[in-house]
């Protein structure tokens, strides 16, 4: 929603994982979009507006507490963090944007690594820009314009991104491709996100890096039979679920979480506002260890 109706809520389950309320966390916000989770598990709520911002919220009480992410302001799609030096951590934010800079913010006193390390002035963060510089280096540079003129190049629209290790994935929704890019060597690699699998054939929206296995999970705007995909560590996507309802018509799904015990997903219809929780009948994990997935011939789907 738009024009400050917009807002994040919190689903509160019980111990046997059934939703027994809904709460409101930030009110008077627009077009709130994917986000993502804190090192500190608080969450960063983006705009995807005109002069948008990020906000962070806690799960079980409500708050509007800007941070320093959003600088500007922009179209704020998602948000990563790599924390592997826990008193040194880096954020990311994507924006859905033709030009849309990704970004990344580098906080300046580590003195109490927390919540509040995201918010203050800009002089307390260091705040640079995605470039690809060749066919598959980049650089981080504090020139804003440089960094819009790469992601209007090469990746327009960035939409979801997540990280695993020293890999950073997001994906572009214009261009329908995932970028992997290893943050250690400053390497790139760009993948067509509907090259193998006829039934990904609308653009990746957020993605979700779980477990060790390589797997990574795409929700998917605009198709007509909506779905979620998932991404085996060979590169082959393969087909989670579908919604065939025609309801669904043109609508995306959303809004991919996980219980604490991996044992329960959740996703979204966003337009029709439902929402669906999937369990694995052997009573395993999503993470891939034990899944054993195949895509049938013929629809795409898995198989565990």
């Not at 709460?23 to 005109?50: D, H, M």
């Not at 929700?219 to 998932?230: A, H």
């Not at 999937?278 to 049938?296: A, I, P, V, W």
Request: proline share 4%; hydrophobic share 30%; net charge negative.
């Amino acid at each position: 929603l738009g024009k400050n109706q917009g807002g994040v809520y919190s689903v509160i389950f019980d111990k046997n994982g059934k939703a027994k309320d809904y709460i409101p966390v930030l009110q008077g916000t627009s077009r709130n979009c994917a986000g993502g989770k804190t090192p500190w598990n608080t969450w960063i709520s983006c705009e995807e507006n005109k002069d948008g911002q990020c906000f962070q919220v806690y799960a079980n009480n409500e708050t509007r507490w800007q941070t320093h992410l959003g600088g500007d302001g922009g179209r704020f799609e998602a948000f990563a963090y790599d924390d592997r030096n826990k008193s040194d951590p880096v954020f990311f934010i994507t924006e859905d944007a033709a030009e849309g800079a990704l970004r990344r913010v580098l906080p300046k006193q580590h003195i109490d690594v927390g919540p509040e390390i995201l918010h203050g002035d800009d002089k307390d963060i260091e705040r640079t820009y995605l470039v690809f510089t060749n066919n598959d280096t980049f650089e981080w540079s504090t020139n804003l314009t440089l960094g819009r003129e790469s992601a209007e190049l090469h990746f327009p629209n960035s939409e979801g991104i997540d990280r695993r290790d020293n890999i950073l994935y997001f994906v572009s929704k214009r261009k329908k491709q995932l970028y992997t890019l290893d943050i250690d060597i400053m390497k790139y690699e760009i993948q067509s996100t509907n090259v193998n699998n006829p039934l990904f054939h609308a653009s990746p929206d957020n993605i979700h890096a779980i477990g060790d296995n390589g797997l990574l999970y795409f929700t998917e705007d605009g198709s007509k039979t909506p779905g979620l995909f998932v991404r085996d560590s060979f590169g082959t996507y393969l087909t989670f679920f579908h919604a065939y309802d025609s309801k669904y018509y043109g609508d995306e799904t959303t809004g991919v979480a996980f219980s604490p015990d991996m044992k329960t997903l959740y996703c979204c219809l966003q337009e029709e506002g439902d929402c669906f929780s999937f369990t694995r009948k052997d009573g395993l994990t999503f993470e891939g260890s034990t899944m054993n997935l195949r895509q049938h011939q013929q629809s795409g789907s898995l198989e565990p």
